[in-house]
């Protein structure tokens, strides 16, 4: 768990300082690094996280509806963060202190859901094999980090045009600690009793119906117009394969 605490923090803060090192990677690299991450977002969500939901003894019918609710859920933190969380680098609520309060909030709570994936993903697994392997529970990790760094890198990009340097990289780090802090806190919580096995198969149902309103926006919004893009539509091709590949083959 030490090591997931590490590459989550660092890989938000070291996606997020690139803005201030390499300014012109948003213009250039930006959309395609994020069109793979939604791509292998989507991707681990339908052949890992929702069939091990539906393997693993719950009730289905109640899963499909947490399922929905974190979907709601997303869209709700969306208004909150200006849609940060899948790549967009503006703000609604402006450069006041409030919206900034706003953007992290949003973020922040998103960002420690997620976290909660990499607590006891043993008592979801089903235990069952496909095409004779296991599921391999690094590709939820891989796919939490793809998403955070595009993710890191608007939220500094917005901040960066209404705060300081100092203040920036300080509620970058905010951002960075918060899905290792959903991590750690949902471990200490089930073993203290404070979360069941229920309450941890409802954690994963409410993050799955976010990943799988991130993705489907960073797919609606990669083309606006409904004109095929080539290189976005190869990136989005490769990264579900390598999705496909790390989870079966690996």
Same mark, same amino acid.
């Given at each position: ?13 070291? &996606?997020?300082?690139l803005v201030f090192f ?7 690299? %930006? ?20 069939? @091990? ?19 709601l859920l997303q869209q ?34 998103? &960002? ?15 235990? @069952? ?23 890191? %890198? ?35 919580? %089930? ?16 993050? &799955? ?31 579900? &394969? ?5 989870? %079966?083959?690996?």
């Open positions: 768990m030490g090591l997931n605490f590490l590459l989550l923090f660092l890989t938000a803060f070291g &996606a997020g300082s390499a300014p012109k990677f948003r213009d250039k690299y %930006f959309k395609l690094v994020l069109v793979f991450a939604g791509s292998y977002l989507f991707s681990i969500t339908i052949i890992h996280l929702i069939p @091990e939901l539906f393997t693993s003894g719950y009730s289905a019918s109640s899963m499909g509806l947490w399922i929905l609710i974190g979907f709700l933190l969306e208004f909150m963060s200006s849609g940060i969380e899948h790549g967009h680098i503006h703000m609604h609520g402006g450069s006041t202190r409030s919206g900034v309060a706003t953007v992290m909030l949003g973020l922040f709570v998103h &960002a420690f859901l997620e976290g909660t994936l990499l607590s006891h993903g043993d008592l979801i697994s089903s235990g @069952e094999e496909v095409l004779g392997h296991v599921h391999n529970s690094n590709t939820v990790l891989v796919g939490i980090l793809m998403h955070k760094g595009p993710a890191a %890198f608007a939220l500094t990009a917005v901040l960066s045009s209404a705060l300081s340097k100092k203040w920036t990289l300080i509620l970058l780090g905010l951002f960075a600690i918060a899905s290792p802090l959903g991590m750690y806190s949902s471990s200490l919580f %089930f073993e203290s009793g404070l979360l069941t096995k229920d309450g941890i198969g409802i954690l994963y149902g409410l993050v &799955a119906g976010g990943f799988l309103h991130i993705s489907t926006t960073i797919f609606f919004e990669s083309s606006p117009h409904h004109k095929v893009h080539w290189k976005k539509l190869l990136v989005s091709f490769f990264a579900a &394969a390598l999705a496909v590949a790390s989870e %079966f083959l690996l």
